[in-house]
C-alpha cells in the first residue's frame, strides 16, 4: 500500500519501523531537514522535507496515488488539516492524531464530519490500556480480541507457583479451565510451547482465554482477581485526566499528587470526585502522608522518564499493590525492562500499534486478512485476529491434520461468538475468527501459516 | 567497521560482474576467437568465489555510512582488478597495470586507453570493454540493489555512495522500485539507440559497442579513428543520445510518470543545455575557417562539445588542431560536466551552479552586511549543510587534483599533456590535450603515474569520499 506519514516524531519512527517490515510503499513528510535525512537514511522510504499541511507538499508526496495518509505531526490543528487536505485532493483514508481533551469530547462529530477514518488520541489510549490492568491487577499486560470476548494476559511465575518445573500438560489438567499457554520468555528466548514444555520459575507467561476463563483460571491459581479498589496516580497531565475519568466510573477511588497549583486547580474543576493532592511527589514524605503503603495501585504518569521510573521504584518497596509506570522514551526499553517496575506502559508505542493494526485491517480489503494485531514481548510475538472467508485453505480439517509452520499456534476459535481453545479435533469454520500466536513478523493471510 | 557485511557486499557484487562476463564469452565464441575460455573461466571462479562469500547473512547487519562508502570504494577497486584478468590472461594486453587502467577506465566510464591499436583487439575485448562503460554508467551497486535489495538502511548509505551528485534521493519510496526504474530507463534508451544506430548503416557489434559506450558516456571506440569514419548522420545520433544520457535521469522518471511541468522548473537541466548551446556556438564560429562547409563546422562542433560536457570522450577530430579559444571551452566544459543523477562524470552543474551561488551570495554580503538570503534551487531553498559540502567537495577535488598533477609531472610529458590528462580521468572524460588528445593515448605514462590515473579514474566516478576513505585508517576501527 502507498502511504504518507507526516510528521517523524516518537510515534511517526514506530510506525515507519513497523510498517516498513511490512513492505509498504512509504513516504515522509517533516519540517526538519535532520529529522528527513536521518530517517531517509536508516529506512528504506522517501522523504520530504516541507509542511504537510501544505497543498504542494502533499501533491509531490503524490497523494493522490496514495491509499492512506497518517498525520503524527505535534499538532492537532495542523493533523486534522493534513487529512482535510488528503481527503479532498487524494480522496485516501486518513488517520489523525488528536490529542488536546478538549477536541477529545467531540471527536466522533470531528471524524464524521471530516471524513477522518480513525482518530488516535496515545494518551486516551494509553488510559484505556490503564484501567485494564487496574481492572485485574494480577495480569501485567492484558490485550483483547473480538470485541473483548478474548483476552490475552501477560503473567509471571513466581517461585511459590504452583506450575513451577510442570509440563503444559500437567498444568492443563492442574486447573482443568479452557486456558492455553501460548509464549514463555525466558531470559533472552522467546518459546512458543508445546505440551511437553515445562514451565520454571521467573518464566513470563501469556495465556489466551475467554474473558470469563481468565479470572476462573486466575482464582484456581491463587492470583487476586478482583479490580484495585483505589489507586494513587502521580502527574497531573492528560492522561491522568483520561485515566482518572474512567477510573472513577469503574467505581474506583483516584488520588492524584500534582506539584502544579493551578493545575490541581483545573482538575479539581473536571474531576470533582477525585482526590487532588498539590505536592511535589518526589518528596517521600508527602507520599508516605498521603498512604502510598495503604493503596492498591500506584501509576506515575509525570512528564519526566526518570521521575518515574524513581516513583515506581520506590513504590515498589513500600507497597504490595500493583504499580504502573509510564514511559515516554522506547529506546531503552530493554535495560528499563530489566528493572522491576510493575507494569509498563509506552504511550507512544500503543498509539503505533493501534494506527498499524488500523493499516493491516485496512490491507483486508486489498488481500490480506488480518483483523487485529497485538504485539507481545516487546515487539518480538505477534498475535493475530483472522477472519476465515469462504474457500480458505484450513476450513473443515481437524488443526491436528493440518502441517503449521514452526513457531505458529492456533490460540483462539472465535465461532459466532463462542469463545472455543482449540483442541487437535477442533475444526475451523467459515466465518470464524481465529487467532494467531507467532515470533513470526508479517503474515497478512490466514493461508501463511502452513507450509 | 563491520567486516563481515562489507565482505557479504562485495561478494554480491563479484557475482553480478562474473555474471556479466559471460556475455564477452559468449561474443568471443560467436566470433570464433581463441580467447573465450579466459572470460568463462573468470566468470566461473568469480561466480563461485562471490557466491561463497555471500552465501550466508552475516549475522550482524549493522551498516552505517561509512560502511557503504567502504563497500562502495572496495567493490569498485575489486571489479576493475577482476575485470582486467580476461584480456591479460589472453595476452592482449600484456601488462597486469595496463589491463587494470584500460578496465578501471571502462567501468569508469573514463574511456582513456592505453592501447596504441584498438583495432588489433578480438571482438570479445572490444565488448568487455565498451559493455564495462555501459555497467560502471548506471553503477553496479545500483543494479546490485535492483535485483537483491537489502535492508533498511543499507540501501540509501550504498545508494549515496555510488550515485553521483550534491544530493542523493530515490523517485519512488522503495529502493528496489527505485534502481528497477531508473535501470529500465537506461535498458530502453541503450536499445533505441542500438537500433536507430543499426538502421543508420553500422554493423549490429557496431551499434552495441557505441550503444554501450555512449550509454555509460565512457567513450572507448573500436576503431582508432573513434567515430570520425561514420557517416554524419551516425555523428548526429550519437552527439543527441550523449547529451540525453548526461540529462539527470529524474526528468525521464517525470516524463514517465507524466508530470511534464516539473521537467522545466529544473534548473539544472535548463543550465546544462544552455551551456551546450553557448559552447557549440562559440566552437562553430572559432573553427569555421577551417572547414568548407557550416555544417560539418557545426557537426563537428556540436559531436565534440557534446563528447567533453558528458565526459564521453568519443572524438570525430583532432581538436588538438583547433584555436586555442576552441580548446579553452573545452577545457572549461571539461571541469563542469554533465547533470547529476546522469551517467555522465565531472564536476556536475548543480555543483557549479550552487557554488555560484554560494559565491554570488558571499559577494552580496560585503555590500549589504546585513542581509539574510538563502541559496535556491529549482524555487527550494539550498540545505546549509549542501552548500557547505559542494564548497568543500570543490576544494577536495582541487587538493587531490593538483596533488595528482604534481605526481605526473615526475613523468617526461608537457604541462599542459599532465594538467589535462588528470583532469581527463579525474572528470572520467577519456581525452585530453596534446599527447593524450584524441588521437593519443595514455600507453606513453610510467607505471606511477597509471596508478595514480587508475585512482584518479575511481576516485572521480565515485565522487571522491568512497575511494578517499579507503586510506584513512581510523576508518576501519571495530564498532
Redesign the interface.
Request: hydrophobic share 45%.
Given at each position: 500500500m502507498?502511504i504518507i506519514i507526516v510528521g517523524c516524531g516518537k510515534i511517526g519512527l514506530s510506525i515507519i519501523r513497523q510498517l516498513?517490515i511490512e513492505k509498504h510503499?512509504?513516504?515522509v513528510i517533516d519540517k526538519s531537514?535532520e529529522v528527513i535525512n536521518d530517517v531517509?537514511?536508516?529506512?528504506?522510504?522517501?522523504?520530504i522535507v516541507g509542511n504537510g499541511a501544505s497543498y504542494s507538499v502533499q501533491k509531490d508526496a503524490d497523494v493522490d496515488k496514495t491509499d492512506l495518509l497518517i498525520a503524527v505531526t505535534g499538532s492537532d490543528e495542523i493533523n486534522l488539516l493534513c487529512c482535510l487536505f488528503a481527503k479532498k485532493a487524494g480522496n485516501c483514508n486518513t488517520i489523525a492524531r488528536v490529542r488536546d481533551p478538549l477536541y477529545s469530547k467531540e471527536i466522533q462529530y470531528i471524524k464524521d464530519e471530516l471524513g477522518l477514518s480513525m482518530i488516535i488520541n496515545p494518551e486516551y489510549a494509553s488510559a484505556v490500556e490503564i484501567s485494564r490492568l487496574l481492572r485485574f491487577p494480577s495480569a501485567d499486560k492484558i490485550d483483547t480480541f473480538a470485541k473483548g470476548r478474548v483476552e490475552l494476559l501477560n503473567l509471571v511465575i513466581t517461585e511459590e507457583s504452583p506450575f513451577v518445573d510442570k509440563t503444559l500438560i500437567e498444568v492443563s489438567k492442574r486447573v482443568l479451565s479452557d486456558i492455553l499457554i501460548c509464549t514463555v520468555e525466558r531470559g533472552d528466548d522467546i518459546f512458543i510451547p508445546n505440551g511437553a514444555f515445562i514451565l520454571r520459575a521467573g518464566d513470563k507467561i501469556t495465556i489466551v482465554a475467554s474473558a470469563v476463563n481468565s479470572r476462573e483460571f486466575f482464582t484456581k491459581v491463587g492470583y487476586d482477581t478482583h479490580q484495585v479498589k483505589d489507586t494513587m496516580i502521580i502527574g497531573g497531565g492528560r492522561m491522568t485526566y483520561y485515566l482518572a475519568e474512567i477510573l472513577i466510573k469503574m467505581g474506583i477511588r483516584v488520588k492524584i499528587v500534582e506539584v502544579d497549583r493551578e493545575k490541581c486547580e483545573d482538575l479539581s474543576e473536571t474531576l470533582p470526585k477525585a482526590t487532588i493532592i498539590n505536592g511535589d511527589a518526589t518528596n517521600q514524605e508527602i507520599l508516605i502522608e498521603e498512604g502510598i503503603k495503604g493503596c492498591d495501585s500506584f501509576v506515575s504518569l509525570t512528564g519526566i522518564d526518570e521521575t518515574n521510573i524513581f516513583l515506581s521504584l520506590f513504590a515498589k518497596t513500600k507497597t504490595e499493590g500493583k504499580v504502573i509506570t509510564k514511559i515516554d522514551r522506547i529506546s531503552f526499553d530493554d535495560i528499563i525492562s530489566t528493572f522491576s517496575l510493575g507494569s509498563l506502559i509506552y504511550p507512544d508505542k500503543i498509539a503505533a500499534d493501534y494506527i498499524v493494526s488500523y493499516v493491516r485491517a485496512m490491507q483486508n480489503s486489498i488481500g490480506s486478512n488480518v483483523e487485529t494485531l497485538i504485539k507481545l514481548n516487546g515487539g518480538r510475538v505477534e498475535a493475530l485476529e483472522f477472519k476465515i472467508h469462504k474457500g480458505s485453505p484450513i476450513i473443515g480439517i481437524p488443526l491436528m491434520q493440518l502441517s503449521l509452520k514452526r513457531d505458529i499456534l492456533i490460540g483462539c476459535i472465535n465461532h459466532r461468538g463462542t469463545i472455543i481453545i482449540p483442541k487437535g479435533q477442533s475444526v475451523i469454520e467459515e466465518g470464524d475468527t481465529v487467532i494467531v500466536v507467532t515470533t513470526k513478523s508479517g503474515l497478512s493471510d490466514i493461508k501463511d501459516i502452513l507450509e | 567497521m563491520n567486516i563481515a557485511v562489507i565482505l557479504f557486499t562485495l561478494g554480491r557484487v563479484i557475482a553480478i560482474e562474473s555474471a556479466f562476463m559471460v556475455l564477452p564469452g559468449i561474443v568471443s565464441l560467436i566470433y570464433k576467437e581463441s580467447n573465450w575460455w579466459t572470460y568463462f573461466a573468470v566468470a566461473l571462479v568469480g561466480m563461485l568465489a562471490g557466491l561463497l562469500v555471500s552465501f550466508k547473512k552475516p549475522k550482524n547487519m549493522q551498516f552505517f555510512a561509512k560502511e557503504g562508502f567502504a563497500s562502495v570504494g572496495l567493490a569498485w577497486f575489486l571489479i576493475s582488478l577482476t575485470g582486467a584478468l580476461p584480456p591479460f590472461l589472453s595476452r592482449e594486453i600484456p601488462n597486469y597495470i595496463d589491463a587494470v587502467f584500460e578496465m578501471s577506465s571502462g567501468f569508469t566510464t573514463t574511456g582513456a586507453t592505453i592501447l596504441t591499436d584498438v583495432e588489433a583487439m578480438s571482438h570479445a575485448t572490444l565488448f568487455w570493454r565498451s559493455f564495462s562503460h555501459w555497467i560502471g554508467g548506471m553503477g553496479i551497486v545500483v543494479f546490485l540493489l535492483a535485483v537483491m535489495p537489502m535492508v533498511g538502511g543499507v540501501n540509501m548509505h550504498l545508494l549515496r555512495a555510488e550515485s553521483p551528485g550534491p544530493v542523493v534521493g530515490k523517485l519512488v519510496p522503495k529502493m528496489k522500485d527505485s534502481s528497477q526504474i531508473l535501470y529500465f530507463i537506461y535498458i530502453v534508451l541503450t536499445l533505441i539507440q542500438i537500433i536507430s544506430l543499426k538502421l543508420m548503416g553500422m554493423s549490429f557489434f557496431e551499434a552495441v559497442c557505441t550503444s554501450c559506450a555512449t550509454a555509460g558516456t565512457g567513450g572507448f571506440g573500436i576503431y582508432n579513428s573513434s567515430i570520425a569514419d561514420f557517416s554524419t548522420l551516425i555523428k548526429w545520433n550519437v552527439t543527441i543520445f550523449m547529451i540525453l544520457y548526461g540529462v539527470n535521469f529524474n526528468v525521464y522518471f517525470l516524463i514517465l510518470a507524466r508530470k511534464f511541468k516539473s521537467i522545466f522548473k529544473i534548473e539544472e537541466v535548463r543550465t546544462y543545455f544552455i551551456v551546450i548551446a553557448v559552447a557549440i556556438g562559440i566552437i562553430t564560429v572559432n573553427i569555421f575557417k577551417m572547414y568548407d562547409s557550416f555544417g560539418n563546422a557545426l557537426t563537428d562542433a556540436a559531436f565534440q562539445v557534446a563528447s567533453i560536457i558528458t565526459t564521453t570522450g568519443f572524438a570525430t577530430t583532432d581538436f588538438n588542431l583547433w584555436p586555442s579559444l576552441s580548446k579553452t571551452v573545452l577545457i572549461l566544459i571539461m571541469i563542469c560536466g554533465a547533470c547529476a543523477g546522469s551517467t555522465g562524470g565531472g564536476l556536475k552543474v548543480s555543483r557549479v551552479l550552487i557554488v555560484i551561488k554560494a559565491v554570488r551570495q558571499e559577494i552580496n554580503s560585503f555590500i549589504h552586511p546585513r542581509s539574510v538570503k538563502a541559496v535556491g534551487m529549482d524555487d527550494r531553498t539550498v540545505d546549509k549543510a549542501v552548500v557547505k559540502s559542494v564548497c568543500v567537495y570543490f576544494i577536495l577535488f582541487a587538493l587531490i587534483y593538483f596533488g595528482s598533477v604534481f605526481i605526473v609531472s615526475i613523468d617526461k610529458y608537457d604541462m599542459v599533456t599532465n594538467f589535462t590528462a588528470v583532469l581527463a580521468t579525474m572528470n572520467n572524460i577519456g581525452p585530453g590535450l596534446e599527447a593524450v588528445g584524441p588521437t593519443g593515448n595514455f600507453a606513453g605514462f610510467n607505471y606511477l603515474s597509471k596508478i595514480v590515473f587508475i585512482f584518479d579514474m575511481l576516485a572521480g566516478r565515485l565522487e571522491l569520499y568512497p575511494i578517499l576513505l579507503l586510506f584513512i585508517p581510523p576508518m576501519w576501527k571495530k564498532h
Amino acid at each position: 500500500m502507498k502511504i504518507i506519514i507526516v510528521g517523524c516524531g516518537k510515534i511517526g519512527l514506530s510506525i515507519i519501523r513497523q510498517l516498513v517490515i511490512e513492505k509498504h510503499d512509504i513516504t515522509v513528510i517533516d519540517k526538519s531537514q535532520e529529522v528527513i535525512n536521518d530517517v531517509t537514511n536508516n529506512y528504506d522510504v522517501m522523504g520530504i522535507v516541507g509542511n504537510g499541511a501544505s497543498y504542494s507538499v502533499q501533491k509531490d508526496a503524490d497523494v493522490d496515488k496514495t491509499d492512506l495518509l497518517i498525520a503524527v505531526t505535534g499538532s492537532d490543528e495542523i493533523n486534522l488539516l493534513c487529512c482535510l487536505f488528503a481527503k479532498k485532493a487524494g480522496n485516501c483514508n486518513t488517520i489523525a492524531r488528536v490529542r488536546d481533551p478538549l477536541y477529545s469530547k467531540e471527536i466522533q462529530y470531528i471524524k464524521d464530519e471530516l471524513g477522518l477514518s480513525m482518530i488516535i488520541n496515545p494518551e486516551y489510549a494509553s488510559a484505556v490500556e490503564i484501567s485494564r490492568l487496574l481492572r485485574f491487577p494480577s495480569a501485567d499486560k492484558i490485550d483483547t480480541f473480538a470485541k473483548g470476548r478474548v483476552e490475552l494476559l501477560n503473567l509471571v511465575i513466581t517461585e511459590e507457583s504452583p506450575f513451577v518445573d510442570k509440563t503444559l500438560i500437567e498444568v492443563s489438567k492442574r486447573v482443568l479451565s479452557d486456558i492455553l499457554i501460548c509464549t514463555v520468555e525466558r531470559g533472552d528466548d522467546i518459546f512458543i510451547p508445546n505440551g511437553a514444555f515445562i514451565l520454571r520459575a521467573g518464566d513470563k507467561i501469556t495465556i489466551v482465554a475467554s474473558a470469563v476463563n481468565s479470572r476462573e483460571f486466575f482464582t484456581k491459581v491463587g492470583y487476586d482477581t478482583h479490580q484495585v479498589k483505589d489507586t494513587m496516580i502521580i502527574g497531573g497531565g492528560r492522561m491522568t485526566y483520561y485515566l482518572a475519568e474512567i477510573l472513577i466510573k469503574m467505581g474506583i477511588r483516584v488520588k492524584i499528587v500534582e506539584v502544579d497549583r493551578e493545575k490541581c486547580e483545573d482538575l479539581s474543576e473536571t474531576l470533582p470526585k477525585a482526590t487532588i493532592i498539590n505536592g511535589d511527589a518526589t518528596n517521600q514524605e508527602i507520599l508516605i502522608e498521603e498512604g502510598i503503603k495503604g493503596c492498591d495501585s500506584f501509576v506515575s504518569l509525570t512528564g519526566i522518564d526518570e521521575t518515574n521510573i524513581f516513583l515506581s521504584l520506590f513504590a515498589k518497596t513500600k507497597t504490595e499493590g500493583k504499580v504502573i509506570t509510564k514511559i515516554d522514551r522506547i529506546s531503552f526499553d530493554d535495560i528499563i525492562s530489566t528493572f522491576s517496575l510493575g507494569s509498563l506502559i509506552y504511550p507512544d508505542k500503543i498509539a503505533a500499534d493501534y494506527i498499524v493494526s488500523y493499516v493491516r485491517a485496512m490491507q483486508n480489503s486489498i488481500g490480506s486478512n488480518v483483523e487485529t494485531l497485538i504485539k507481545l514481548n516487546g515487539g518480538r510475538v505477534e498475535a493475530l485476529e483472522f477472519k476465515i472467508h469462504k474457500g480458505s485453505p484450513i476450513i473443515g480439517i481437524p488443526l491436528m491434520q493440518l502441517s503449521l509452520k514452526r513457531d505458529i499456534l492456533i490460540g483462539c476459535i472465535n465461532h459466532r461468538g463462542t469463545i472455543i481453545i482449540p483442541k487437535g479435533q477442533s475444526v475451523i469454520e467459515e466465518g470464524d475468527t481465529v487467532i494467531v500466536v507467532t515470533t513470526k513478523s508479517g503474515l497478512s493471510d490466514i493461508k501463511d501459516i502452513l507450509e | 567497521m563491520n567486516i563481515a557485511v562489507i565482505l557479504f557486499t562485495l561478494g554480491r557484487v563479484i557475482a553480478i560482474e562474473s555474471a556479466f562476463m559471460v556475455l564477452p564469452g559468449i561474443v568471443s565464441l560467436i566470433y570464433k576467437e581463441s580467447n573465450w575460455w579466459t572470460y568463462f573461466a573468470v566468470a566461473l571462479v568469480g561466480m563461485l568465489a562471490g557466491l561463497l562469500v555471500s552465501f550466508k547473512k552475516p549475522k550482524n547487519m549493522q551498516f552505517f555510512a561509512k560502511e557503504g562508502f567502504a563497500s562502495v570504494g572496495l567493490a569498485w577497486f575489486l571489479i576493475s582488478l577482476t575485470g582486467a584478468l580476461p584480456p591479460f590472461l589472453s595476452r592482449e594486453i600484456p601488462n597486469y597495470i595496463d589491463a587494470v587502467f584500460e578496465m578501471s577506465s571502462g567501468f569508469t566510464t573514463t574511456g582513456a586507453t592505453i592501447l596504441t591499436d584498438v583495432e588489433a583487439m578480438s571482438h570479445a575485448t572490444l565488448f568487455w570493454r565498451s559493455f564495462s562503460h555501459w555497467i560502471g554508467g548506471m553503477g553496479i551497486v545500483v543494479f546490485l540493489l535492483a535485483v537483491m535489495p537489502m535492508v533498511g538502511g543499507v540501501n540509501m548509505h550504498l545508494l549515496r555512495a555510488e550515485s553521483p551528485g550534491p544530493v542523493v534521493g530515490k523517485l519512488v519510496p522503495k529502493m528496489k522500485d527505485s534502481s528497477q526504474i531508473l535501470y529500465f530507463i537506461y535498458i530502453v534508451l541503450t536499445l533505441i539507440q542500438i537500433i536507430s544506430l543499426k538502421l543508420m548503416g553500422m554493423s549490429f557489434f557496431e551499434a552495441v559497442c557505441t550503444s554501450c559506450a555512449t550509454a555509460g558516456t565512457g567513450g572507448f571506440g573500436i576503431y582508432n579513428s573513434s567515430i570520425a569514419d561514420f557517416s554524419t548522420l551516425i555523428k548526429w545520433n550519437v552527439t543527441i543520445f550523449m547529451i540525453l544520457y548526461g540529462v539527470n535521469f529524474n526528468v525521464y522518471f517525470l516524463i514517465l510518470a507524466r508530470k511534464f511541468k516539473s521537467i522545466f522548473k529544473i534548473e539544472e537541466v535548463r543550465t546544462y543545455f544552455i551551456v551546450i548551446a553557448v559552447a557549440i556556438g562559440i566552437i562553430t564560429v572559432n573553427i569555421f575557417k577551417m572547414y568548407d562547409s557550416f555544417g560539418n563546422a557545426l557537426t563537428d562542433a556540436a559531436f565534440q562539445v557534446a563528447s567533453i560536457i558528458t565526459t564521453t570522450g568519443f572524438a570525430t577530430t583532432d581538436f588538438n588542431l583547433w584555436p586555442s579559444l576552441s580548446k579553452t571551452v573545452l577545457i572549461l566544459i571539461m571541469i563542469c560536466g554533465a547533470c547529476a543523477g546522469s551517467t555522465g562524470g565531472g564536476l556536475k552543474v548543480s555543483r557549479v551552479l550552487i557554488v555560484i551561488k554560494a559565491v554570488r551570495q558571499e559577494i552580496n554580503s560585503f555590500i549589504h552586511p546585513r542581509s539574510v538570503k538563502a541559496v535556491g534551487m529549482d524555487d527550494r531553498t539550498v540545505d546549509k549543510a549542501v552548500v557547505k559540502s559542494v564548497c568543500v567537495y570543490f576544494i577536495l577535488f582541487a587538493l587531490i587534483y593538483f596533488g595528482s598533477v604534481f605526481i605526473v609531472s615526475i613523468d617526461k610529458y608537457d604541462m599542459v599533456t599532465n594538467f589535462t590528462a588528470v583532469l581527463a580521468t579525474m572528470n572520467n572524460i577519456g581525452p585530453g590535450l596534446e599527447a593524450v588528445g584524441p588521437t593519443g593515448n595514455f600507453a606513453g605514462f610510467n607505471y606511477l603515474s597509471k596508478i595514480v590515473f587508475i585512482f584518479d579514474m575511481l576516485a572521480g566516478r565515485l565522487e571522491l569520499y568512497p575511494i578517499l576513505l579507503l586510506f584513512i585508517p581510523p576508518m576501519w576501527k571495530k564498532h
